[in-house]
């Protein structure tokens, strides 16, 4: 009779992991290949572990630049370069930074509507990238994306009664007159009369037709929805209307939602954490509130700084960068910043920065910068600092 041995064989046992705090923050998961950990050295398995919702490791696109009569690469647009993070049910991630940075890239690679060229996409621990169709078909019951043009996003050949039908007839859900009640039902729920889905989208208002994109990526009882600048096209009045829609239908159906944005004031409201990316690089990850109070990028801190306030007695620094944004063709060795960076230093352009935490621990968020625990940002004129 074995006892021993087999009684080890019998537990489920397996290497830890080390992931740090900072790795589940940011979706890296480092782990400890070498040296520390023992062949003998065994842990029993946490079986109640539950995977992130969302968890994004090392997302890489580059897009082929060609040339010629016959056409041949010649180099590749870096449009989203080596970032991570995670995404928990029912939060909201905010994913800021100016045009061109690879913020939509990012929200299409998420649901395959662009291939990846490298790194992981894993969806309630589901790997996407090498999902077959009919898995992608399955899967994108559970994420829909909200496009930022209310005006092409919808088939204006449609009715809204088609349109909302669709995914319904594409899944194979319900008989004709159960569809019929559900879009009905959609309508209602976006704040549009049933009398709508007679009508084509040439007929509504923009904030009308974005409510009917909204009415549409809701209909199979998605998991996580991707806003691709979903409020950008539209009037001041009408984004706040749209913005509380999406707050409301959130808490009713413990969505949760990747906000894309470059107006950083919607995106406070909204987020509970905020990636901040810079030519295809996260540069800063925080929480709402900390990354607004106390930023840690100088690039995050020029945006910032660039928020209107609406007290006419105060008047804060406008951080006005120099020069132009790099190529994502050719982006800048070291940190992808430096160029335009007013604290840079040699070190800049000779080392990339990674996403760090603060050494002592005083901060949850993280910044790619080397020196920004001795800048301490306050949108003041900047301090020298030595050179290390």
Same mark, same amino acid.
């Given at each position: ?33 070498? *040296? ?29 630049? *060609? ?5 041949? +690469? ?13 995404? %928990? ?7 800021? $930074? ?6 939509? +890239?990012?929200? *299409? ?22 999902? *077959? ?40 859900? $319900?008989?004709?007159?159960?569809? %019929? ?70 808490? %009713? ?33 925080? +929480? ?24 006419? +007695? ?75």
């Amino acid at each position: 009779m074995r006892t021993g041995n087999s009684e080890v064989l019998r537990s489920k046992v397996c290497k830890k992991r080390r992931v740090s705090f900072l790795a589940r923050l940011c979706g890296r998961s480092q782990v400890n290949e070498n *040296k520390n950990v023992s062949e003998n050295d065994i842990y029993i398995e946490d079986v109640n572990y539950i995977p992130p919702l969302l968890e994004v490791q090392r997302l890489t696109k580059f897009f082929p630049v *060609k040339q010629g009569i016959i056409p041949r +690469t010649v180099g590749q647009v870096h449009a989203v370069d080596d970032i991570s993070f995670t995404l %928990e049910r029912g939060e909201t991630l905010g994913l800021v $930074g100016e045009s061109g940075c690879g913020k939509s +890239t990012v929200g *299409k690679t998420l649901l395959r509507l662009v291939h990846p060229t490298d790194g992981s996409v894993k969806f309630e621990g589901r790997d996407i990238v090498g999902m *077959k169709r009919r898995e992608l078909r399955e899967l994108r019951r559970d994420i829909q994306i909200i496009f930022q043009d209310p005006f092409e996003s919808l088939n204006s050949r449609h009715t809204v009664r088609k349109i909302l039908s669709e995914p319904f007839i594409i899944h194979r859900l $319900g008989t004709k007159a159960e569809r %019929e009640q559900k879009v009905c039902e959609l309508l209602n729920r976006v704040g549009l009369d049933e009398s709508a889905a007679n009508r084509f989208p040439h007929e509504f208002s923009g904030g009308q037709r974005q409510r009917i994109g909204i009415a549409r990526a809701i209909a199979l009882k998605p998991k996580l929805i991707v806003c691709d600048e979903a409020v950008s096209a539209l009037d001041v009045s009408v984004q706040s209307q749209i913005v509380n829609l999406l707050l409301d239908l959130q808490q %009713e159906m413990d969505l949760a939602l990747i906000f894309i944005a470059h107006d950083l004031a919607v995106v406070k409201h909204v987020s509970d954490k905020i990636a901040v990316m810079y030519l295809g690089q996260i540069v800063e990850t925080s +929480t709402s509130e900390d990354i607004y109070r106390a930023p840690k990028h100088p690039y995050t801190e020029a945006l910032i700084s660039a928020i209107p306030v609406a007290d006419p +007695t105060r008047r804060p620094e406008r951080i006005i960068l120099k020069g132009d944004i790099p190529s994502p063709i050719l982006p800048p060795s070291g940190c992808r910043f430096h160029t335009r960076c007013r604290y840079a230093l040699p070190r800049c352009s000779e080392e990339t920065p990674l996403l760090e935490l603060a050494s002592d621990n005083s901060s949850a968020g993280s910044a790619a910068c080397f020196f920004w625990e001795d800048l301490k940002l306050t949108h003041t004129q900047p301090e020298r600092i030595a050179s290390k």
